[in-house]
């Protein structure tokens, strides 16, 4: 009996998730295992933790504990304790590394790649499920340990395929910013904080924009008006000066090397002592950097990088792309940033009596799986041999030809899908369903191919080639393009179907 329209349940997603095609998942996994590769080769060990955490294990990311399910998925349990699905993979990471800490080596160096969940707002690119990519060392508080993470992360962008010059690892530290300001008198508080979002805004609005936001404020394009920072015109330019922004626009290249640029702060005529301590991290990860080889064509020291206002505590890094492409509709996108980090020494020590060290750089999977789908013209992937259902009442015998045909592809270490069609339909439908599921070739033997010992083999490429070529069906039906009869052995089904799949 046919359901009643009014109680059908209405089949949609819930706002901010979204489904995965096979085409999706496949480059998903393939960029994963490419960035894991790097992570292991670096010495970074593959560990998991659960989807699910004690609520109050999120700490900061928690944002008000009166109302758990604030920002995050919560529930209680059977106790009444409140759960949250995680709401990144560095809190859980910190939670593990704290109930384990005795046993582990230190530094820990580690590496997740999973699901995190976040209940916001959705919007354009905004998803409330995503996948992230991590790798963190706890333990260790030297800047050579940030230093790695910004060279693995660099080697990572290599073995993703982009090249130089089409990405950049950007490196600084939240003391220079802390220091610059101590040493220009601005006061702790809000009007830090505003400054701190002013020079974020630099790789999208310049110097020019970032001036203004400095000051008493800008109007943008729709003239909506940001209030500025309220510093005084000249307080502004001794720190976009000492920055190495002046005169720059976003899309320019830096006006300094690594190493000017350092000097260009300490030329700077500004002095304090998280200034000091600032100059000394950024001179560490240099050295570390040109010690192994990596220029700043991959890493760069970028002063206007501002990450995690509350969250990081030392140098914080950001990887941009920085190629644009042509989307469909003619529209010019730069995807910019696809992953970021920086030191966090504080959440670890959330669960015991002291700080431990830690730093850590995660990928945004899903943009970088756009920005790498972006660049190239993707070929779907092979789907599977297909052998047709001819005659219902010789089942048995099609399944084994198909159980004999999968053993006999995918020896020596090959990986060739082989199914039989168990739908209900005929030929005609067989065909368009191994179409669809972009079927290399069909097996096909009927009674007289049966009582001849043969099958027919029919490359589905080919076949559509050739339909390009040949105009009317007589021909089509005595040219049978792309289609061959041969020997029903399995041996010699083989042999004709292997060059079809290279």
Request: with cysteine.
């Amino acid at each position: 009996m046919a359901k009643n329209k009014a109680n059908r349940t209405k089949a949609h997603l819930p706002r901010g998730f979204a489904d995965r095609s096979a085409g999706d998942i496949r480059r998903t996994a393939a960029m994963i295992d490419t960035i894991r590769g790097i992570y292991e080769r670096w010495g970074f060990e593959h560990v998991e933790t659960p989807f699910i955490e004690y609520a109050d294990a999120l700490g900061k990311f928690l944002p008000d504990a009166d109302r758990p399910n604030e920002g995050v998925f919560a529930f209680q349990d059977d106790d009444e304790a409140w759960l949250s699905l995680r709401y990144d993979l560095t809190a859980p990471l910190a939670r593990m590394v704290a109930e384990n800490f005795d046993r582990l080596p230190k530094p820990y160096k580690s590496y997740r790649a999973g699901w995190v969940f976040r209940n916001e707002k959705p919007g354009p690119g905004r998803f409330r499920q995503f996948l992230q990519c991590d790798a963190d060392i706890v333990g260790a508080a030297s800047p050579i340990a940030d230093a790695e993470i910004c060279m693995m992360a660099a080697e990572a962008m290599d073995a993703l395929g982009f090249h130089s010059g089409e990405y950049v690892v950007r490196v600084s530290t939240r003391a220079l910013m802390d220091g610059l300001m101590d040493a220009l008198a601005v006061p702790p508080g809000p009007q830090r904080l505003t400054v701190l979002r002013a020079v974020d805004k630099f790789d999208r609005l310049g110097a020019e924009g970032v001036g203004l936001l400095l000051t008493g404020g800008r109007k943008d394009e729709s003239g909506d008006f940001t209030p500025g920072a309220g510093l005084a015109p000249d307080v502004a330019e001794r720190l976009i000066e000492a920055l190495g922004l002046t005169g720059q626009s976003a899309s320019e290249s830096p006006k300094y090397s690594n190493a000017a640029r350092i000097d260009a702060l300490a030329n700077a005529g500004l002095s304090s002592e998280a200034l000091d301590g600032a100059m000394e991290t950024l001179s560490a990860i240099t050295g570390a950097l040109s010690a192994t080889g990596f220029g700043e064509d991959k890493v760069r020291i970028d002063p206007s990088v501002v990450r995690g206002l509350e969250y990081y505590t030392g140098p914080v890094f950001e990887a941009e792309l920085t190629f644009s492409v042509t989307a469909p509709d003619g529209s010019v996108q730069r995807f910019g940033s696809v992953g970021g980090g920086g030191r966090y020494d504080g959440l670890v020590g959330r669960f015991r009596s002291q700080d431990v060290p830690a730093t850590g750089y995660s990928v945004g999977v899903s943009r970088m799986a756009a920005a790498l789908a972006a660049r190239m013209d993707e070929m779907p992937a092979q789907g599977p041999v297909i052998v047709t259902v001819m005659d219902r009442e010789h089942t048995a015998e099609y399944q084994r030809l198909t159980a004999k045909l999968r053993a006999a592809l995918n020896r020596e270490g090959l990986s060739v899908p082989v199914e039989m069609y168990i739908g209900d339909s005929g030929m005609k439908a067989q065909l368009k369903y191994a179409d669809r599921r972009n079927s290399p070739c069909v097996i096909i033997q009927g009674s007289d191919e049966r009582a001849a010992g043969k099958v027919q083999i029919k490359d589905l490429e080919a076949g559509k080639r050739a339909a390009e070529e040949i105009d009317s069906r007589e021909d089509w039906v005595a040219a049978r393009p792309a289609q061959v009869e041969v020997e029903a052995s399995v041996e010699a089904i083989v042999a004709a179907v292997r060059p079809i799949l290279s």
